[in-house]
């Protein structure tokens, strides 16, 4: 999407945007018309998320039940909800480290 809107601000005819795309990143027509759409409503880039990894630990089984409840009634993966507790609990300047 922040190629397609990057081509749109240099004023590429949408047909044009449609080819670059195909060409240069290998979606399909109606990915790269989907990207399209999106980078029309978009007013700045979307932030690119960092790569995540797996990272096991062992907790109590009660404890497990709870955070999988928590997260299900967040209406979050269990994944980001266990991010976002670490990071509330976590000091800001930790964040890159």
Same mark, same amino acid.
Request: charged share 20%; glycine share 6%; hydrophobic share 40%.
């Given at each position: 999407?922040?190629?397609?809107?990057?081509?749109?601000?240099?004023?590429?005819?949408?047909?044009?945007?449609? %080819?670059? #795309?195909? /060409?240069?990143?290998?979606? =399909?027509? !109606?990915?790269?018309?989907?990207? @399209?759409?999106?980078?029309?409503?978009?007013?700045?880039?979307?932030?690119?998320?960092?790569?995540?990894?797996?990272?096991?630990?062992?907790?109590? %089984?009660? #404890?497990? /039940?709870?955070?999988?409840? =928590?997260? !299900?009634?967040?209406?979050?993966? @269990?994944?980001?909800?266990?991010?976002?507790?670490?990071?509330?609990?976590?000091?800001?300047?930790?964040?890159?480290?």
């Amino acid at each position: 999407m922040n190629q397609a809107l990057k081509f749109l601000q240099q004023e590429l005819p949408p047909a044009e945007v449609v %080819r670059r #795309l195909v /060409g240069t990143h290998g979606v =399909s027509r !109606r990915q790269a018309h989907r990207y @399209i759409q999106l980078a029309q409503k978009a007013t700045a880039p979307m932030p690119i998320p960092e790569k995540k990894a797996v990272f096991t630990v062992k907790l109590p %089984r009660s #404890l497990i /039940g709870q955070v999988r409840r =928590s997260a !299900r009634l967040s209406g979050m993966t @269990i994944s980001d909800w266990v991010a976002s507790a670490l990071q509330r609990s976590l000091p800001a300047d930790s964040a890159h480290g």
